[in-house]
């Protein structure tokens, strides 16, 4: 079993910065790609930022230049660093990891459970 934890959601003003945190932990060989979506009500769910275990990140083009997305591979946990934020930033915010079970399987990804941000003043 594995289980992604987030927090670090809330209310914020327009202008301000919040830090998404999503630890996974449970039956873990090795973790993957590391990531967050997110949803904003009657929208579909969309890719905010990827991070692979090593390499270059990837960012939304509506995001780039305000959030950064890190890890810590030693704690198999994934950040979201948001600033200047957005009433259009506003939603859901789902992190992922890609998660490879024993030496001889395949990842699968698994989902945190969601933390929600909003930006209103």
């Known amino acids: 079993q594995v289980q992604l934890v987030e927090s670090g959601g809330g209310l914020v003003q327009p202008g301000g910065s919040l830090r998404l945190s999503c630890a996974a932990s449970?039956?873990?060989?090795?973790?993957?790609?590391m990531g967050w979506y997110r949803q904003a009500p009657g929208k579909r769910r969309e890719l905010v930022a990827t991070?692979?275990?090593?390499?270059?990140?990837n960012l939304a083009d509506s995001v780039k230049g305000r959030f950064t997305i890190s890890r810590e591979n030693a704690k198999n946990t994934v950040y979201l660093q948001m600033n200047i934020l957005k009433p259009e930033d506003t939603a859901v915010y789902y992190c992922?990891?890609?998660?490879?079970?024993?030496?001889?399987?395949?990842?699968?990804?698994?989902w945190g459970q969601g933390t929600q941000v909003t930006v209103s003043s």
């Open positions: 991070i692979p275990s090593s390499g270059s990140t």
């Open positions: 449970g039956s873990i060989f090795r973790v993957d790609a």
């Open positions: 992922y990891a890609d998660i490879v079970h024993s030496s001889y399987s395949d990842s699968v990804r698994h």
